[in-house]
């Protein structure tokens, strides 16, 4: 009994040890990217401002630029946003705030990747999803980036953010996302190409987040 006693003291001793050597949370985002979103996006003109009805905006944002591109009579909106401090767990991003959530009537997942790598490099999976709400089907992509890398998995995201915060003392991410009008279901290869382009040109223009 006395030796476990020892032992769990002394795991607790070293614990309360690291967690008080170690160095301290910084940040693995230049602010900067964020504010790198274009202007232009390829052929597409923008203008300030989303609405929140398209893109809600998450209260744990510390910065974003929110932009309106349009193409012809195309549309699309996008939004990125910095998180920091995310050792806080009431600082990360909500998965509650990523896509509308109010009279929605259905949330679809489809498939989605986009060549965000360099060329040779696998497509990387993206999350994306249809949202229908009454008289109007909305289609949205978004990945979360942690320096130049991509996560379109939630699970994945999370695990790599502790990982961060843990290893390298890093607590920041990027939620980017992109959103457009939907058409009928025979056209969603063609809008899934919209958005894989936009993609691209989005995260070329982001500097990987340094």
């Known amino acids: 009994m006395g030796l476990r006693l020892a032992t769990v003291l002394i795991l607790f001793g070293v614990a309360a ?9 910084t940040s693995a985002v230049n ?5 790198a979103v274009p202007n232009s996006l ?10 929140e009805e398209v893109l809600p905006v998450d ?3 510390k910065i974003s630029v929110r932009r309106t591109y349009r193409h012809g009579d195309q549309v699309a909106w996008v939004s990125v946003a910095l998180f920091v401090g995310q050792d806080n767990e009431i600082r990360r991003a909500s998965v509650n705030r990523i896509y509308p959530g109010r009279a929605v009537n259905r949330i679809e997942p489809v498939s989605l990747t986009a060549p965000l790598y360099e060329a040779g490099t ?16 909305l289609l949205v992509a978004y990945w979360h980036q942690i320096g130049r890398r991509v996560f379109g998995n939630e699970y994945s995201f999370r695990v790599a953010l ?8 890093h607590a920041d991410s990027m939620l980017v996302r992109i959103a ?7 056209q969603l290869s063609a809008d899934l190409a919209v958005v894989e382009r936009l993609a691209v040109d989005l995260y070329a223009s982001l500097g990987g987040g340094r």
Do not use: K, N
């Open 17 to 25: 040890f690291l967690l008080h050597s170690a160095a301290p949370v």
């Open 31 to 35: 602010p900067a990217s964020v504010y």
């Open 42 to 51: 390829g052929t597409w003109t923008g203008s300030d401002g989303v609405p």
């Open 59 to 61: 209260a744990s944002e």
């Open 122 to 137: 696998s497509p990387v999976p993206l999350a994306a999803v249809i949202v229908q709400q009454d008289g109007r089907r």
């Open 162 to 169: 502790m990982r961060d915060i843990v290893v390298d003392r």
């Open 180 to 186: 457009m009008p939907a058409g009928p279901e025979s």
